[in-house]
């Protein structure tokens, strides 16, 4: 059920990068990995089920949201009660996420992979966790509703919704943070607390020898750990962060490349531009023109 997308929904992936689909009742009491080539949304809005992603499995209730990576083979396993799920499809490779507000736009990319390449170990599977369900489930049923019924400006309107559930979702994170299981030992409390303070701090002038007196690890062993742990290298991480940054500023029409990279935190436009087309594939230029279209 939830690997085959009814033709509507590719209709609307395609024009928009967005589907929307609702599953009541959903019982799954048996494993069937699946994947998707887009990213995936599972909103969970009544039930108890496990979500299953490779060698790990999370408590899903009523009400929580798993962003899945692209291509990440995954599962949801529900008791006989099943549960109701709205799932999200998106297109991000091909359609630009809704322009959020300045202050949101650093926790966006923790929440939303914006590429492929940027997949690590740590946000295959990305969760929120919700007290009350209405809020998001009525900004998804409006969407899903537009999308079915077509009336005029319903693409305008679908897209606005969407950018409202972003809000809402971005605003939750950054009061009550990402859902995660506690690190099983203090190298992993370190590690957890070096990467959101690099996720928060990205811009800054960062040293080996500064990060591993904030973690306190030595430097050799920091750098084998947090590979481990994310299976990214410390700096290749920290760049990723910086270039993810970069592609939300570059949606907006004023400020300068230059400009940007310098706030990213990078201090040599061309490395910036190099770096920037390795991990996207286009240059920043590129990037903005498709962006803006």
């Given at each position: 059920m939830f690997t085959v997308l009814r033709k509507r929904h590719l209709s609307s992936l395609r024009t928009l990068g967005l589907a929307v689909e609702y599953f009541p009742g959903y019982v799954n009491r048996k494993v069937r990995m699946h994947s998707l080539d887009v990213v995936l949304l599972s909103f969970v809005v009544r039930g108890r089920g496990r979500h299953i992603i490779?060698?790990?499995?999370?408590?899903?209730?009523?009400?929580?949201?798993?962003?899945?990576?692209?291509?990440?083979?995954?599962?949801?396993?529900?008791?006989?009660?099943?549960?109701d799920v709205i799932n999200v499809y998106l297109d991000l490779q091909n359609h630009p996420l809704p322009t959020l507000p300045r202050e949101l736009q650093s926790v966006l990319p923790l929440l939303l992979p914006l590429h492929p390449k940027f997949q690590h170990r740590l946000n295959r599977i990305v969760r929120l966790e919700f007290d009350d369900p209405r809020p998001l489930a009525d900004l998804l049923f409006s969407i899903q509703r537009e999308l079915d019924t077509r009336e005029t400006g319903y693409e305008e309107f679908a897209l606005m919704l969407f950018k409202l559930f972003l809000i809402q979702c971005c605003r939750h994170a950054m009061?009550?943070?990402f859902a995660v299981g506690e690190p099983a030992s203090q190298a992993h409390r370190s590690l957890k607390e070096l990467r959101d303070f690099l996720d928060q701090h990205y811009a800054e002038p960062h040293t080996l020898k500064s990060l591993a007196t904030r973690s306190r690890l030595s430097r050799t062993y920091l750098c084998r750990a947090f590979k481990a742990y994310t299976g990214k290298r410390l700096f290749d991480y920290l760049i990723e962060r910086r270039i993810q940054a970069a592609m939300m500023s570059l949606r907006g029409r004023g400020e300068k490349v230059l400009g940007i990279a310098l706030d990213c935190g990078f201090n040599d436009l061309s490395?910036?531009?190099?770096?920037?087309?390795?991990?996207?594939?286009?240059?920043?230029?590129?990037?903005r023109c498709r962006s803006l279209e």
């Open positions: 490779g060698t790990e499995a999370f408590e899903e209730t009523g009400a929580s949201l798993a962003v899945t990576h692209y291509g990440q083979q995954h599962d949801i396993l529900t008791d006989g009660r099943g549960m009061q009550k943070g490395y910036f531009n190099r770096k920037f087309k390795q991990l996207v594939g286009v240059t920043p230029s590129q990037y």
